[in-house]
């Protein structure tokens, strides 16, 4: 029915027959899932679910940007664990997989020409350039995905309706890569600086010209894996201070008259951005790459993720935003504050409850609501040391944000969520899968 949206289905019951009408594929996907959703009920809980004799549903999304992150650099998982955690995304119709594919305590992919990534930057442990870090203990831990593992989680991805952003996080979270490619660095940088999560001068530098070079060949390779319209290059919590020990990041911003350090961000995100934009891609990024001047609005999309206000300032500086605010859309947050809970608590934890209420928009004026494209949830690895809280951690929360990113808030209903969530799939992590990635020892 070419009348209707690419996300748009429509099911008619009937007494023998149910016909499924969608423009194309995306929607006919969609139409299927529900499909296999009702069947599922009907069959694993009969009595409470049935399958429909008679009328009509018709369906599409509130937002096209409907996406899960995971950290796969704090933690790495398997491949086999990645497509479960797709499947999960898929069932759930969700869009995007945000794959974080750096952070300070590791590097996750193999770049032509810096082999010091897959070989240093990719491991951490007693003695090497970056120390035993959440819980991985003593022994080498780490590795890359190789670009045959990418391709089969992009191949993958697609072929359910997902679309795979990758992230390289800079200018901060680069510890390990400033510890494999010292060369990075201002050799004439003095004092240390640290990020919030402690690490000492872990920001690229963006006087140094060969950071630019180095970039150039990451997103070369990246825009090669990746067929997404979106590269995300992080730009979160630069502290205030990084570079001021640096002479050449010091006369940089002499020269151009900048007093403030998120100036100079702007100016390195802003060039990031014309590499980006020079392999055909867009920009995405965190909120905090509007600082300073920020990244150019007009092919890019930043993730609000501090509070859910800070989505409106983004739109109101002429961003498309997807919104993550840490209160409702960060699954590592714990649950509630029972001492027995997993997850981290600097944002308070995120009840259920709470991550279902999630409104997104709803406090924006009218003529800024169509710079809101999406809402994704977050899955940051810190605490997941332990396979066994993956599920724990994700589930149901995970379908209280699907659901958000689906449905319209008049149409969305806490009892139904209730009874329906039960059904839906985890990935099973954590129940004696073999891991071939962690504490992986000997070299890569
Ligand atoms: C973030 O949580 N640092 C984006």
């Not at 974080?100 to 350039?129: F, Q, T």
Request: aromatic fraction near 10%; hydrophobic fraction near 45%.
């Amino acid at each position: 029915d070419t009348m209707l949206a690419p996300e748009a289905y429509r099911l008619r019951f009937e007494s023998d027959t149910v016909a499924l009408a969608a423009s194309g594929p995306a929607g006919f996907r969609y139409g299927w899932t529900t499909l296999g959703q009702i069947l599922r009920g009907a069959r694993l809980r009969e009595g409470t679910f049935a399958f429909p004799k008679t009328g009509v549903i018709e369906d599409a999304p509130r937002f096209p940007f409907r996406g899960a992150h995971l950290d796969v650099a704090r933690q790495i998982y398997s491949l086999d664990e990645v497509r479960r955690f797709v499947d999960c995304l898929a069932w759930n119709k969700l869009n995007v997989l945000h794959l974080h594919l750096s952070d300070d305590e590791g590097w996750r992919l193999d770049v032509p020409g810096y082999p010091e990534l897959a070989e240093v930057a990719a491991w951490r442990g007693l003695g090497l350039a970056v120390p035993p870090l959440l819980g991985s203990g003593v022994d080498r831990y780490g590795g890359v995905y190789s670009s045959a593992d990418l391709v089969a989680i992009v191949d993958h991805a697609a072929s359910l309706g997902l679309a795979v952003v990758p992230e390289i996080d800079i200018p901060g979270h680069c510890y390990c890569v400033l510890q494999a490619i010292p060369s990075l660095r201002d050799p004439d940088e003095t004092g240390v600086y640290r990020s919030i999560q402690g690490f000492p001068n872990n920001c690229l530098n963006p006087a140094v010209e060969k950071t630019y070079e180095f970039l150039a060949a990451v997103f070369a390779h990246i825009a090669g894996l990746f067929p997404a319209p979106w590269i995300h290059v992080g730009g979160d919590e630069v502290p205030h201070d990084a570079w001021l020990g640096s002479p050449m990041a010091r006369d940089l911003m002499a020269k151009n008259g900048w007093t403030e350090v998120f100036e100079l961000q702007s100016h390195f995100l802003k060039r990031v951005q014309g590499i980006i934009r020079g392999l055909g891609k867009r920009t995405g990024a965190w909120e905090e790459a509007a600082l300073g001047g920020g990244v150019d609005g007009g092919d890019s999309y930043l993730v609000a993720w501090r509070k859910s206000a800070s989505g409106r300032e983004l739109a109101e500086a002429g961003y498309d935003v997807v919104l993550a605010p840490a209160e409702h859309a960060y699954f590592d947050m714990a649950q509630s504050d029972e001492f027995w809970e997993p997850g981290a608590s600097w944002a308070g934890t995120v009840p259920l409850a709470a991550a279902y209420a999630f409104d997104p928009g709803s406090e924006w004026p009218a003529g800024l609501r169509s710079r809101l494209i999406g809402v994704q949830a977050c899955l940051w690895s810190e605490n997941l040391c332990d396979r066994g809280l993956f599920d724990h951690l994700v589930f149901p929360r995970l379908s209280a944000i699907a659901e958000t990113a689906w449905t319209p808030r008049a149409k969305k209903s806490f009892p139904r969520f209730l009874a329906i969530h039960p059904l839906m799939p985890v990935t099973g992590m954590g129940r004696n899968r073999p891991d071939p990635y962690s504490r992986v020892a000997g070299p890569p």
